[in-house]
């Protein structure tokens, strides 16, 4: 009888710094990740507006602030310039490219 073994589970390494340049995935990443922490930070705002325990008021406060902040770190990656990191990064060219400009010389 065959047995199925469970995958093992995946292990992510964070990343210990976010890379210099934004790629346009990257940018679509960001700006999915930015409209979800909005959203949960409005509805977090406004159930606590309508809350009338001030425990659970509290929580709903505390957790909407938490994704005020994500949100802010997020969009400071966005504060940077991309073609000025582009431009710091060393070009690797392509075989065709190379002998190109050999043949150029």
Not at 59 to 86: D, I, P, S, V, W
Request: overall charge positive.
């Amino acid at each position: 009888m065959p047995t199925i073994m469970p995958s093992a589970p995946t292990m992510q390494v964070p990343i210990p710094e976010p890379p210099r340049v934004i790629t346009t995935k990257d940018l679509s990443y960001l700006k999915d990740a930015m409209s979800w922490e909005l959203i949960a930070f409005k509805k977090l705002h406004a159930f606590a507006q309508q809350a009338t325990d001030p425990e659970v008021k509290q929580c709903l406060e505390k957790t909407g602030r938490m994704h005020q902040q994500h949100y802010q770190k997020l969009l400071t990656h966005l504060q940077n310039n991309n073609t000025a990191a582009m431009s710091a990064i060393p070009q690797v060219q392509s075989g065709q490219q190379q002998q190109q400009q050999q043949q150029m010389q």
